[in-house]
């Protein structure tokens, strides 16, 4: 991280990763037991729902921690800057017409 990062900040970062990785896991828990007990299915459909509970935390987890990768692996310096100009930067070039 930054060194510029103040204690908010990484709190807020590390939350929001928190509540990335929870969040489907939880829903899908929930949501597949009250599935399970309500219409009276199979035990199986509980396994499904842990299992689809934890591709979507892996998955929001991997997409969450690239986008950290990009926002905090660039490098505060800019890119030194490329002169493309119309001529040459010839210094004979510039001349050309005093030497006659």
């Known amino acids: 991280m930054k060194k510029k990062d103040n204690l908010v900040s990484v709190y807020a970062t590390v939350s929001q990763l928190v509540f990335v990785i929870i969040t489907p896991l939880l829903i899908f828990i929930v949501g597949g037991y009250f599935v399970t007990q309500h219409f009276e ?29 990009k926002l905090y692996g660039k490098d505060e310096k800019n890119a030194p800057k490329s002169y493309n100009a119309p001529r040459d930067n010839d210094y004979y070039d510039d001349y050309k017409d005093l030497r006659k």
Not at 43 to 68: K, N
Request: one cysteine or more.
């Open 41 to 69: 299915l199979p035990e199986w459909v509980m396994g499904v729902c842990v299992v689809l509970g934890l591709i979507f935390m892996i998955g929001g987890a991997v997409s969450y921690l690239g986008q950290l990768i």
